[in-house]
């Protein structure tokens, strides 16, 4: 459970780059060893303020982070992975060296020889060759470069992966095949996943439970079949009419409806009135508390 609050906006520089930290406020939920949680939610909702503060990347402003000791009794270390596998593989390093450098920094090998077998061992697990590791990160497809970024994430043996958008960059049929790679790696390594993206199709055959959030808080939050069986927020129905549809293309029409609002300067009340097909006077004066509905969902509406 935490905070970061407004004082945070604008004002982190990420990378070389001057990125917007979007704030979030009571948001809290947990994370079952060996389960997936997804965020999901539009551009701008604090989903990747999270994945950041929870990485340790931020520091919240209020409440704070707990993690559970780790199998070898060690405190739990979360790897993340990114939306943009390009952007985070250092270009002149070749494959082999950018898997390699976590087995160095943390000393998990002892010898030149056992670093290059792991590194072997770990283009293996993820599905390309011992070879790849010569190349550079230009030589691959954007689907092989999001492998490669989860088997440096692999190499430091974490039980806790944070992954930001890792397949929202590729096309579709390559996003199927790294989706279905992270549920084989959750298996078999018993990982645990904090998963988010903005598409609720994405998330729904990973997720033990989803949280749905909208301009930094926590909206609704719910075992996955609850969610999509029983969605009780008007913006978790919002989303689920956006999920494109072959057979609707009608549907596509309800995503243009209603602009978020800027998180810099928030609604009033329940922050979703201004798009809410259902609000009334008491939405706009009073912000709806996270609530526990008998079915084990949580969610924040005065209607719900
Ligand atoms: Fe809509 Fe009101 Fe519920 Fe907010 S509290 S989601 S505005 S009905
Ligand atoms: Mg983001």
């Not at 999901?40 to 990747?48: L, N, P």
């Not at 090998?109 to 770990?122: G, H, K, M």
Request: proline share 7%.
């Amino acid at each position: 459970t935490f905070d970061v609050s407004p004082p945070f906006l604008n004002r982190v520089l990420y990378g070389q780059k001057r990125r917007h930290l979007h704030a979030v406020s009571d948001v809290s939920f947990s994370v079952p060893a060996g389960g997936c949680m997804s965020l999901v939610g539009e551009s701008g909702c604090g989903k990747s303020t999270v994945a950041r503060l929870v990485t340790g990347i931020y520091a919240p402003t209020a409440g704070e982070i707990r993690f559970a000791p780790g199998k070898s009794g060690a405190p739990l270390s979360a790897q993340m992975i990114f939306q943009d596998p390009y952007a985070s593989l250092n270009p002149r390093w070749r494959v082999k060296n950018i898997i390699a450098e976590p087995l160095r920094e943390l000393k998990l090998r002892a010898t030149e020889a056992e670093i290059q077998d792991r590194v072997a061992e770990l283009l293996g697990i993820v599905g390309l060759n011992a070879a790849d590791g010569a190349k550079f990160p230009h030589e691959f497809s954007g689907g092989q470069r999001q492998r490669i970024s989860i088997a440096r994430a692999l190499a430091s043996e974490p039980e806790f992966l944070v992954c930001d958008e890792p397949t929202s960059a590729l096309d579709v049929s390559v996003q199927a095949q790294i989706l279905n790679l992270m549920r084989k790696l959750q298996d078999e390594l018993g990982l645990t996943y904090l998963f988010i993206s903005h598409d609720l199709s994405v998330v729904r055959h990973m997720s033990d439970r989803i949280a749905v959030m909208y301009l930094g808080r926590i909206v609704e939050e719910a075992a996955t079949e609850t969610l999509f069986a029983d969605p009780k927020h008007p913006y978790t129905r919002l989303l689920l009419q956006t999920i494109p549809n072959v057979n609707d293309p009608q549907r596509d029409r309800v995503a243009a409806e209603g602009e978020v609002p800027s998180p810099l300067n928030p609604p009033s009340g329940c922050t979703f009135h201004t798009r809410c097909p259902l609000a009334t006077d008491q939405c706009k004066a009073q912000r709806p508390e996270l609530v526990e509905k008998a079915d084990g969902a949580r969610v924040a509406c005065h209607f719900a």
